[in-house]
Each structure stands twice: as structure tokens, then as C-alpha cells.
């Protein structure tokens, strides 16, 4: 069975920082590209972040070039995403799936990130 | 990046109604297009794939076709646990994109 286990989110204040993870299972992680998507509260779904399944390729929505980062480790079957120079507008559930291609897509359950004073 | 246009953004309908929601790719995805039902406070749940592959478990009732440009997602026939926002998404481009969602209210 595949499993996204999102973990990692919280509260943190304007221009701070989090690292969220995503522990993999039930399939050859290292074939797969992933994703990073997220739903501010009350609004539809974004995509944030892709990276290909060697790592060697990431792309990023334009609203958080330059300040969000895409990672993973296919020897540990993790995916993360460093967020820097976090704003309100950062605010919402993120999740960690695996949308690419015309495969059976799958999701993680979300983790939550509130940047707040 | 590619555009995907989903109407209605809202629709009101009836238990026992047919329920059609469209999307539009702007530019052709072949049939990487997937689609998936979010209720308040949950994740989204996979619904079909693949423009109109049924997710295993999902009632027979959704269907989903179209290539190219223009999708449809069908529900043949409204139940209760049915209202909810619908969203496509497509997979074609590495740049994944998503639909504006369409919510289904009780009329």
C-alpha cells in the first residue's frame, strides 16, 4: 500500500523558516517524481514544488521562487521542501504527493503551516 | 505553464440529479488529467485518473471522459455524501496545474 506521511509543520512567525518532510512507502521511491502542493484556508489547491525522480530536476511555482527549496533522499525514501523567508500568505496545509504522469496519483494526509506573529 | 479552466465554480443541485463539471486544458494534455473530490478539512480524494480511469473503491456512478483540451467529469446520479468541491488537475506538464475546483450545494 502507498503511504505519504507528511511531517514537520507548525507555527512560525513572518520571515522565519521550516523544513518540511515526507516518508515515503509502499513503492520504488527513486522511480518517481514528486511534488509539494498546498490549500490556504478557504482557497483552492496550488502546486508548489516538483522534482524529478533522480533529484537532478526541480521546478517551483512562481510565488515561492527563490525562497523555497526541493529536495528528497531516495536512499532514505524522503522527500522535503526547506521554506525560507516564510509570509502570511505561506499559511496553509501542505502535502506531499506524487501527481505526475499518467499513473495512479496518490496524496499524503497534509501538515499544517501557520505563519503568524 | 498550462492553464486549466474548470466551470461551473459553484452548482446547486438535487439528490438524484445528473452533474456535469467541465475542464479545459489551454493547450492539449492528451489524457493526463485526473480528478478528485475534497470534503472541509480533508485531503483530496482521488476520484479518476488518466481522464477516465476509476479509482478503485470510487462508486460507479462517477465516470469521467475527454483527450486533448476538454474533460468532463460525470456523477449520473447525486447522492447525499456527494456534495462536496470537485477539482481537475493535469499531470502532462512537470509544472502540474489545477482547476479553480466547482462546489456542489444542496439546492
Known amino acids: 500500500e502507498v503511504q505519504l506521511l507528511e511531517s514537520g509543520g507548525g507555527l512560525v512567525q513572518p520571515g522565519g523558516s521550516l523544513r518540511l518532510s515526507c516518508a515515503a512507502s509502499g513503492f520504488t521511491f527513486s522511480s518517481h517524481a514528486m511534488s509539494w502542493v498546498r490549500q490556504a484556508p478557504g482557497k483552492g489547491l496550488e502546486w508548489v514544488s516538483g522534482?524529478?525522480?533522480?533529484?537532478?530536476?526541480?521546478y517551483y511555482a512562481d510565488s515561492v521562487k527563490g525562497r523555497f527549496t526541493i529536495s528528497r533522499d531516495n536512499s532514505k525514501n524522503t522527500l522535503y521542501v526547506q521554506m525560507n523567508s516564510l509570509r502570511a500568505e505561506d499559511t496553509a496545509v501542505y502535502y506531499c504527493a506524487r501527481i505526475q504522469g499518467m499513473g495512479e496519483p496518490y496524496w499524503g494526509q497534509g501538515t499544517t503551516v501557520t505563519v503568524s506573529s | 505553464d498550462i492553464q486549466m479552466t474548470q466551470s461551473p465554480p459553484s452548482l446547486s443541485a438535487s439528490v438524484g440529479d445528473r452533474v456535469t463539471i467541465t475542464c479545459r486544458a489551454s493547450?492539449?494534455?492528451?489524457?493526463?488529467l485526473n480528478w478528485y473530490q475534497q470534503k472541509p478539512g480533508k485531503a483530496p480524494k482521488l476520484l479518476i485518473y488518466a481522464a477516465s480511469s476509476l479509482q478503485s473503491g470510487v462508486p460507479s456512478r462517477f465516470s469521467g471522459s475527454g483527450s486533448g483540451t476538454d474533460f468532463t467529469l460525470t456523477i449520473s446520479s447525486l447522492q447525499p455524501e456527494d456534495f462536496a468541491t470537485y477539482y481537475c488537475q493535469q499531470s502532462y506538464s512537470v509544472l502540474v496545474t489545477f482547476g479553480g475546483g466547482t462546489k456542489v450545494e444542496i439546492k
Open positions: 522534482i524529478s525522480s533522480s533529484g537532478g530536476s526541480t
Open positions: 493547450l492539449s494534455i492528451s489524457r493526463y
